[in-house]
């Protein structure tokens, strides 16, 4: 079973910047479209940004320009690369498959953006 791990979130002040990995068990990304997604308290979880095998990338408005997913497939992780931050930004952090079935989710990785 594939397993997700993501790490690299924290408390950051408006305007800071954090880069997010994720770590996959298995080589999975060169064969998937890979996405991140956030998890704010309250909402349903939501897609980011994605990337496919061939590396065209697409983002949710509210990051494009700021946010730049990249994945490096030797090492089996996903980059997140997220610059500008807003206290908007502020939620848990998964990566997955951009496609169903999903893998089995990860722990996430907290994202806390101050104001």
């Known amino acids: 079973q594939v397993q997700l791990v993501e790490s690299g979130g924290g408390l950051v002040q408006a305007g800071g910047s954090l880069r997010l990995s994720c770590a996959a068990s298995e080589s999975i990304l060169s064969i998937n479209t890979m996405a991140w997604y956030r998890q704010a308290p309250g909402k349903q979880r939501e897609l980011v940004a994605q990337?496919?095998?061939?590396?065209?990338?697409g983002y949710e408005n509210s990051v494009k320009g700021r946010f730049t997913i990249s994945r490096d497939n030797a090492k089996n992780t996903l980059h997140l690369q997220m610059n500008s931050l807003k206290p908007e930004d502020t939620a848990v952090y998964y990566c997955n498959r951009y496609t169903f079935p999903k893998y089995s989710w990860g722990q996430g990785t907290q994202v806390t953006v101050s104001s």
């Open positions: 990337i496919t095998s061939g590396g065209e990338t």
